[in-house]
């Protein structure tokens, strides 16, 4: 009987400057088992977690992506150009997208021979003009992958950029916003593709990479709630709503539930579902709120030691036995 063809799955979550925390879960991994990075299958990434999927395409070490968070010449030098004005961008796109071509050039995601790639992101779509008429063009989720024809007929660059283009924060992106509206976490989309692409369920092994459980809530009583309260309730007592949007004025109840990647875990609910005890969620939870664009050296030395000790015994033990006892095989 011909042995099973086993297919590895690394996934990485939004959340701005707090993908420190699992970059810095991936480089204790990797200092343990540094075939982990070689012997992956298929690397997700959405928002800032298609930055570290980029980088890591581009053949950075864990290390190297730890020091672009942390760097002058990296985020920290980036978050600290912050525009306050809400009717504009916080911060630039295209500069988003420049350092992402300096990496990548003109390659495209199709071009990927060595590994399985998925960017998650959104296209707000608009309106165009076909025989005179003009004509309305649906917004849509966006996959960029090599694993479906005509998925990955875009550069790396655009990819990347498009999956972190978070509204307020930054603007859109050749009419892409950030994946996060995709999904906050492309775990179960990354399933997807390789059961789509011919792998059975129980051939398939992920881990995924969180940017930190901060639990929310709203404190009110919200039976009478009109949408005035919905838009703009008050944040909880322990200010864990902040506005979801940058240079937004106040907490908006309804776009912190339908956009709550760091406050629920349904899309590893969702995996371990599907995958079983071949599914892993590190995800430490956060004693406070951390904002996606934060530069205090306090909370960016808290997101690396969060990572540098998280709880990594499961994960360790698939990647044991998925990523080196296969591949020896």
């Given amino acids: 009987m011909a042995e099973t063809q086993k297919f590895t799955i690394l996934s990485f979550v939004g959340g701005g400057i707090r993908g420190l925390m699992p970059v810095s879960v991936l480089n204790k991994l990797y200092a343990k088992y540094p075939q982990i990075i070689d012997n992956t299958d298929l690397i997700a990434g959405c928002s800032t977690g298609s930055i570290i999927t980029s980088e890591l395409l581009a053949g950075k070490s864990p290390q190297d992506i730890i020091d672009l968070f942390t760097s002058q010449n990296g985020e920290i030098g980036f978050y600290q150009k912050m525009n306050t004005d809400p009717k504009q961008p916080a911060y630039s796109i295209d500069e988003v997208y420049a350092s992402q071509f300096a990496l990548h050039g003109t390659t495209k995601v199709q071009d990927i021979v060595t590994k399985k790639v998925l960017f998650v992101t959104f296209n707000v779509g608009g309106l165009e003009v076909q025989n005179s008429v003009q004509t309305a063009i649906p917004w849509q989720p966006v996959m960029y992958t090599n694993m479906i024809p005509d998925h990955g007929d875009v550069e790396i660059a655009k990819a990347a950029t498009s999956s972190g283009a978070m509204p307020g924060q930054l603007g859109s992106f050749e009419g892409n916003v950030d994946g996060c509206f995709f999904n906050h976490d492309p775990t179960v989309a990354a399933i997807a593709l390789a059961v789509k692409a011919g792998h059975a369920l129980e051939d398939i092994t992920a881990i995924t ?120 095989g």
């Fill in 209 to 328: 990479f969180g940017t930190g459980y901060m639990p929310d809530w709203i404190a009110s009583d919200t039976h009478n709630w009109g949408a005035d309260q919905w838009m703009n309730g008050t944040a909880n007592p322990f200010n864990n709503s902040p506005p979801f949007l940058m240079n937004q004025v106040k907490s908006s109840p309804v776009l912190d539930m339908s956009l709550n990647g760091t406050s629920t875990e349904l899309m590893p609910m969702l995996a371990k579902m599907l995958l079983g005890d071949r599914y892993t969620n590190i995800n430490p939870t956060l004693p406070f709120f951390v904002p996606e664009n934060t530069v205090y050296p306090q909370a960016l030395q808290l997101l690396q030691d969060k990572g540098a000790n998280a709880d990594t015994a499961y994960a360790e033990a698939l990647v044991q036995k998925y990523w080196v006892e296969h591949a020896l």
